[in-house]
T-cell receptor, first 110, second 114 residues
Framework: GENVEQHPSTLSVQEGDSAVIKCTYSDSASNYFPWYKQELGKRPQLIIDIRSNVGEKKDQRIAVTLNKTAKHFSLHITETQPEDSAVYFCASNAGNMLTFGGGTRLMVKP | EAGVVQSPRYKIIEKKQPVAFWCNPISGHNTLYWYLQNLGQGPELLIRYENEEAVDDSQLPKDRFSAERLKGVDSTLKIQPAELGDSAVYLC????????????FGEGSRLTVL
């Protein structure tokens, strides 16, 4: 089955700096790569996603890049704010089933 | 539009007791998922339904876990008997037809087994 690896497990940045989270996947048939943000005690919420027919997608301060050849994709957050502090999960979809990475705890220090 | 609704939000039971969780997906979503989330980890799929049919339950521990989705709408997940290691958050999610992988999660049911 699909295997998704996510790095780093924790990330601490200063407010205003950029944050980058990276994921790799194993199943070359995967064609959909969402990113979820989960605040403490809350549900995971979709923040951005990318499909395999594009290499990059941007939505205000967040962007995702995809390299299908290397089987990795990344989340980029620019101008980080304290409210960006949360756990972020990447995922990949093969066969209509999402497999999640282990998560990255992002801490933005004011 | 109402989101995915789960209940109860919190449940504390003693080991060997049964427990059940309920999920009401977003109206019109034909795919329903139950995920297990341990503290500090990503969600792990337990079972996936397409309408009322369980199409992927390979990760469901069938000796103690069971699930059903009668009429292809609401779903229940049951554990009997519960073990200490079952303490976790049980997340329900739903997905609309034709939107492979676009999951909408409920708030989850946090289970503590004592």
């Amino acid at each position: 089955g699909e295997n998704v690896e996510q790095h780093p497990s924790t990330l601490s940045v200063q407010e205003g700096d950029s944050a980058v989270i990276k994921c790799t996947y194993s199943d070359s048939a995967s064609n959909y790569f969402p990113w979820y943000k989960q605040e403490l005690g809350k549900r995971p919420q979709l923040i951005i996603d990318i499909r395999s027919n594009v290499g990059e997608k941007k939505d205000q301060r967040i962007a995702v890049t995809l390299n299908k050849t290397a089987k990795h994709f990344s989340l980029h957050i620019t101008e980080t704010q304290p409210e960006d502090s949360a756990v972020y999960f990447c995922a990949s979809n093969a066969g209509n089933m999402l497999t999640f990475g282990g998560g990255t705890r992002l801490m933005v220090k004011p | 539009e109402a989101g995915v609704v789960q209940s109860p939000r919190y449940k504390i039971i003693e080991k060997k007791q049964p427990v059940a969780f309920w999920c009401n997906p977003i109206s019109g979503h034909n795919t329903l998922y139950w995920y297990l989330q341990n503290l500090g980890q990503g969600p792990e799929l337990l079972i996936r339904y397409e309408n009322e049919e369980a199409v992927d339950d390979s990760q469901l521990p069938k000796d103690r876990f069971s699930a059903e989705r009668l009429k292809g709408v609401d779903s229940t997940l049951k554990i009997q008997p519960a073990e200490l290691g079952d303490s976790a958050v049980y997340l329900c999610a739903s997905s609309p037809r034709g939107k492979n992988g676009e999951l909408f999660f409920g708030e989850g049911s946090r289970l503590t087994v004592l």
